[in-house]
């Protein structure tokens, strides 16, 4: 063996020693291992040859959130019949959601199921007595069924729980003018139009009482 053959035959033995090596090391990329999600809501996908990346998966809306976008949007439409279905299904779901029942009651309202309007006010004051504005709307049906003593007494709640909501003293006010004390009822309407300016019907009212 000539001295060329040698180095040569010394050459491949280093290559291969160097290629078995790697073979059977740890260090060797092995199928399956090679990406690793990092967080648990991390997924490896959507992986294409324009953009070979990680994909996060899409946010799960609850059941209840879909019906309150279902409603909200009925709303928009004023379509107060689908709304009705939409926060009833929201009620089984969640049964002392308040926000639900807020919602539901001013459908009701518009819906003229007063009595069933009531029941949904009355049920979500007894979750939170400190709602001003179930206590402003149960004033407002309890007048329209004729019960105005008792209206009186929720208009004034919702008054001393939030004193700087115009409109529980302009619904106060309406329900006293109908009642024919007139006297009273200008003073709310002022009240009303001190705190918010917008309140044009308010104004109408202050310059025909006053």
Known sequence: MSSFQLILFFISAVIFYIFFKQLFSSSYPKRGVDF??????????GITEAGKNFSTPEPQISRLEQLLSMADRALEKKDFVEADKALSSAN????????????????????????????????????????DMAHGSLANVLHK??????AKKHHLRAIELDSSYAPHYFNYANTLYDLGEKES?????????ELDKSLKEAEKMIKKLS
């Open 36 to 45: 690793e999600a990092k967080r648990e809501d991390e997924q490896i996908g």
């Open 185 to 193: 009822a200008l003073e709310q309407y002022k009240k009303a139009y």
């Open 92 to 131: 089984i779901i969640e049964p002392e959601n308040q926000e639900v029942l807020l919602k539901h009651g001013y459908v009701l309202v518009e819906l003229e199921r007063l009595n069933e309007a009531k029941e949904v006010y009355e049920e979500l004051l007894n979750l939170n007595e400190q709602e």
């Open 145 to 150: 069924l004729g019960s105005d003593e008792e």
